[in-house]
């Protein structure tokens, strides 16, 4: 019995990872065979190959109407960093920016959560405080977000490439969807990309360093397999920091290990599912924690491999001989020296505390 509520529990998690939000017990039976779909304001979608994949990603559907997903955007300034102007996707309408405190002359960030944040929302709200007493600027809490960055360029002014999208999980690949439409968008910020319907395909399926100006990434629970981990594997930013090596971090159980905890467990809680996660949201806390001015700096070494920075191949951070960079929040500062062409991967070592150096 045990052996499969672990399989029910590992397929539930692992499809909630990798896909997007669908009721299909509500879906109309077209958009199974359907294989286009435009929508107005955002364009057309297509659910086959390469989103259709036999092996990694064997459903493959159309996303259902604006109207049906009902998106809202939470704006914080800091004139109002506790009490949000609230829009929806329908509404982005100037008299309604106008009467908020959005400032199109401010950089402007969009929070991008993955699918099943709710299980563990204690990252978002910090984030956001974060952002804001780093400078001043525009944040957005969001599901979806490239129409309404649309909108804001159109009816304010504002321009792509002063644009930052931070996304966890799925919101990460969410954040490589918008930068694809928009071209040039300034930032994306991937907190342990979700690896699985995410991995072995091709850039157009997923987040790639191609859809912003600059792409940094942080693997916290990257794995091969979706019954592994949570994260992805494959470098895909300009910037990859893989701390510990990307997979198990201190302080936090082995996946399948939190999972059979949390089946002995008599009752099925948020604090099981949290040590579930504990690996795959590290990656929030530490790029929440590289915005805050702590004395010590979590530095990545430039290395090919985990295993050659442990073995002491790549050299250290005191040596000018070595490439490091800031995990996180100022990562960007370095990337200005650099040639963008290639994905550079960074290793490092972390605490399991705050600030995790």
Known sequence: MKTFSLGLLCLWIVSAVGDTKIDITKRDVSSFFTREKCIDGLGCFNAGSPFFNFLERPLSLLPDDREAINTTFALYTRDSPNIPSNFSNMDASLDHLASSSFNPHLDTKFIVPGYISKVAPHWKMPLK???????????????????????????????????HIIGHSLGAHIAGYAGKRLTTLGRI???????????????????????????????????????QGFGLVDSIAHFDFYPNGGHLQPGCEDMGQ??????????????????????????????????????????????????????????????EQTLCVPLGMNSIRFSKNIVLDKSLNFYLNTTADEPYC
């Open 189 to 227: 910020s991937a907190m342990d990309p979700a690896g699985p319907y995410f991995t072995n395909v091709e850039a157009i399926v997923r987040l790639d360093r191609a859809d912003a100006l600059f792409v940094d990434a942080i693997h916290t629970n990257a794995a091969p397999s979706r019954f």
């Open 129 to 163: 405080d974060a952002l804001l007493f780093y400078e001043p600027c525009n944040v957005f809490y969001v599901d979806w977000s490239g129409a309404f960055i649309k909108e804001l360029q159109k009816r304010t002014g504002i321009t792509p490439e002063s644009v």
């Open 258 to 319: 939190a999972i059979l905890s949390f089946l002995g467990h008599p009752t099925f809680d948020a604090d099981g599912l949290r040590d579930i996660m504990c690996n795959h949201g590290r990656a929030t806390d530490l790029f929440i924690s590289s915005i805050k001015d702590h004395h010590c700096q979590l530095l990545g070494s430039h290395c090919d491999s985990w295993l050659s920075y442990a073995d002491g191949q790549c050299g250290n951070c005191s040596s």
